[in-house]
Antibody
Framework: QVQLQQSGAELTKPGSSVKISCKAS????????ISWIKQRPGQALEWIGA????????GYNEKFKGKATLTVDKSSSTAFMQLSSLTPEDTAVYYC???????????WGQGVMVTVSS | DIQMTQSPASLSASLGETVTIECLAS??????LAWYQQKPGKSPQLLIY???SLNDGVPSRFSGSGSGTQYSLKINSLQSEDVSIYFC?????????FGSGTKLEIK
């Protein structure tokens, strides 16, 4: 079955960077785009961007350009998101997700809590 | 960016009641609208896609409707397990924006 397994929680300092992962299984990794979504505590969801694992092509929400960098490693069927120049406003749960069967996000990872604090 | 205005922000209803949540897009999104349910501490789960198509495994008491800029999610015969936050999302144009969410509680 399709699964997206994300890495563990991160505690980081302002100004630093963090790279979180999303390991895919149960399907051909290059078949579907992987999206990344941000959710601040008690807040709504924000679409950060998406990557095509086959081509490496990316699309970003303008708001997150320069903040998030999406990459993949096809050999391990893993997608990555690096967040740079972290501030407390980057404290959030970050999800990876895919639209496999339909034009909506029908598979989600469990989320990664990133906490930025001095 | 397409703005998604979701209402109400919170809702309290009794078991067995019918509730409706609405989403208004800032421009026509041609039914490219999804609804998600998020239970506390969990990832969002897809309920409805293309405005009115029920995702596999979702109870039939959930239904979606709408077109153009106006969409709604209806939950019939409210159950205790429906306590969640519900989000809409437009999938028509990047960035694929979400509504601000509706927190549903049981009276």
């Amino acid at each position: 079955q399709v699964q997206l397994q994300q890495s563990g929680a991160e505690l980081t300092k302002p100004g630093s960077s963090v790279k979180i992962s999303c390991k895919a299984s149960g399907y051909t990794f290059t078949s579907y785009d992987i999206s990344w979504i941000k959710q601040r505590p008690g807040q709504a969801l924000e679409w950060i961007g998406a990557i095509n694992p086959g081509s490496g092509g990316t699309g970003y929400n303008e708001k997150f350009k320069g903040k998030a960098t999406l990459t993949v490693d096809k050999s391990s069927s893993t997608a990555f998101m690096q967040l740079s120049s972290l501030t407390p406003e980057d404290t959030a749960v970050y999800y990876c997700a895919m639209a496999v069967t339909i034009a909506a996000l029908d598979y989600w990872g469990q989320g990664v809590m990133v906490t930025v604090s001095s | 960016d397409i703005q998604m205005t979701q209402s109400p922000a919170s809702l309290s209803a009794s078991l067995g009641e019918t509730v409706t949540i609405e989403c208004l897009a800032s421009e026509d999104i041609y039914s490219n609208l999804a609804w998600y349910q998020q239970k506390p501490g969990k990832s969002p789960q897809l309920l409805i896609y293309y405005a009115n198509s029920l995702n596999d495994g979702v109870p039939s008491r959930f239904s979606g409707s709408g077109s153009g800029t106006q969409y709604s999610l209806k939950i019939n015969s409210l159950q205790s397990e429906d306590v969640s936050i519900y989000f809409c999302q437009q999938n028509y144009d990047s960035p694929f924006t979400f509504g601000s969410g509706t927190k549903l509680e049981i009276k």
